[in-house]
């Protein structure tokens, strides 16, 4: 049965920079299905001819790496039909065309994923349809809720695929295997041994023409609601029984529930809020966020967001982990930093060794161990050493091994809809705090390390 794959936002910024590439990249590896096509659709008046030179111009720009050859090849997998999602006869025409095997990919802005899941549910999808739902899943604990109830009516949760990027990506895959294929780790992974958990995600990039999106969610719901937190969730979750979806799935659940409500006051302590003003990155001028095309200085968003949460249960209770991420900074940090606490007791010397400190670096993809050792010629010294691994070539890009999974109905690398509550149920009260200014939104120039107040966690 030949599969089709229907792209509701067939011209977004997101199907041309990820997805289609990812189907690109798919369709070298050898995982597509035979008789993969892709239909995609979107309000605006095209046809497959001009769908596709745009196509051919995204996968040149984004897909560079591949042959001309093969990026011909996957834009002869793509037409074109005009259709508004929300719309339950357009919907419907689409799907008539698109046979029993089906899945349907919503790369829509997110107020648009209510009234699309209900024309699909109106539609009538055939058994075994998988639907695909980009981030953010909702706007609220009870929006995503309210979303949830909706997907469910129209199909059962294994069939829904929340998608995060980030479970793609070989460093956050590499999690799971580096905590639970070694030995040395697990009596060491907890309260007693761990001092703090640091996940960074500092970015040089700006807005880059992203304001229609960026500027009505800010950094807090683009990174932390979702992408952060997961990595929270695989760094602190038990050991699982099986790779099973259910086991792991239910692993990161029981820490999200864990993680403690923020109060009022918790979130005015343990939060912080930036935003870049004009100055300059790696050489070139950035104007200030407020400058941007689309951005609406109004909305007070925010480029910058830390936050403080502890996971409070038996393993980890009063261990912070700071989530931060931001735009527009001096350097490229992305990284998971665990911070052991020091030695109870050092015999032979007076000078304090620096913790020992786990990295995982998230691109380059590198995993590296600070220790401590003599220094040389002085048996009385200490210096730190590093052992490192790079972990080489991914070989697929994240979203081409996330949509590889979905392909092959396993939901193993998307959320579930409980996460994504969850999720919401940790950022609400900061989103609530900082809403009603309790948070001041700090500026800090392009091309520093951020609002003053944010420290400066782990140093690289
Ligand atoms: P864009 O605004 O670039 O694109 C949205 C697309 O949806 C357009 O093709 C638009 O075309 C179409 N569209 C809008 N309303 C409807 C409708 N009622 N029916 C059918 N098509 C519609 O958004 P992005 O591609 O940036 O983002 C899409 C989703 O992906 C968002 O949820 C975003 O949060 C998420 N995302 C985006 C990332 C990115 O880097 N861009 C990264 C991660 C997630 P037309 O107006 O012609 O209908």
Not at 257 to 262: C, K, Q, T
Not at 397 to 421: C, K
Request: aromatic share 6%.
């Amino acid at each position: 049965m030949a599969c089709t794959f229907v792209i509701f936002g067939g011209y977004g910024d997101l199907t041309g920079r990820f997805l289609l590439p990812a189907v690109a990249h798919l369709r070298r590896s050898g995982d597509l299905p035979d008789g993969f096509r892709v239909v995609a659709t979107a309000r605006r008046d095209s046809d497959t001819d001009r769908y596709r030179e745009w196509v051919a111009e995204r996968l040149e720009r984004h897909a560079g790496d591949l042959e001309p050859n093969e990026r011909a090849a996957t834009v002869e997998l793509v037409s074109f039909e005009p259709a508004d999602a929300a719309d339950p006869d357009d919907v419907a025409r689409v799907l008539a065309g698109a046979g029993d095997d089906l899945i349907a990919y919503l790369a829509l802005p997110p107020a648009v994923y209510g009234p699309a899941i209900e024309a699909l549910e109106r539609a009538g999808l055939p058994a075994g349809t998988r639907l695909v739902v980009e981030k953010p899943f909702g706007e609220s604990e009870d929006h995503a809720r309210e979303l949830n109830a909706l997907v469910h009516r129209a199909l059962p949760e294994e069939a829904v695929f929340r998608v995060d990027h980030f479970l793609g990506k070989q460093t956050v895959q590499n999690l799971v295997g580096l905590r639970f294929a070694n030995r040395i780790l697990e009596p060491v992974w907890n309260r007693d041994h761990i001092e703090a958990v640091d996940v960074v995600w500092d970015e040089t990039l700006a807005l880059e023409g992203r304001a229609s999106y960026y500027d009505g969610a800010g950094a807090l719901v683009d990174m932390v609601q979702n992408h952060l937190l997961q990595l929270l969730a695989l760094l602190a979750m038990e050991p699982p029984a099986t790779l099973d979806e259910r086991d792991l799935r239910d692993r990161k659940y029981d820490v999200l529930r864990a993680v403690a409500h923020l109060d009022a006051g918790e979130v005015e302590r343990s939060t912080v809020r930036g935003r870049y003003t004009a100055g300059e990155v790696d050489g070139r001028a950035v104007p200030a966020y407020v400058e941007e095309e689309g951005v609406d200085p109004g909305r007070g968003t925010e480029t910058f967001a830390q936050v403080r949460l502890t996971v409070e249960n038996w393993r980890w209770a009063g261990v912070p982990f700071t989530l931060r991420t931001g735009k527009a900074l001096a350097a490229d940090r992305r990284e998971v930093v665990v911070r052991f606490r020091p030695v109870p007791h050092l015999a032979f010397c007076d000078q304090q060794p620096h913790p020992n400190e786990l990295r995982l670096q998230l691109g380059p993809d590198r995993v590296a161990l600070r220790l401590t050792v003599n220094g040389p010629g002085d048996p009385f010294s200490l210096r730190d050493a590093e052992l490192d691994t790079d972990l080489g070539d991914p070989g697929l890009p994240a979203y081409a091994t996330v949509l590889r999974e979905v392909l092959v109905g396993n939901p193993i690398l998307s959320i579930r809809g409980d996460e994504a509550e969850e999720s919401w149920r940790i950022v609400e009260p900061v989103l609530a705090g900082w809403r009603a200014g309790r948070v001041p939104l700090q500026d800090a120039p392009a091309g520093s390390a951020g609002p003053a107040a944010a420290g400066s966690l782990s140093g690289p």
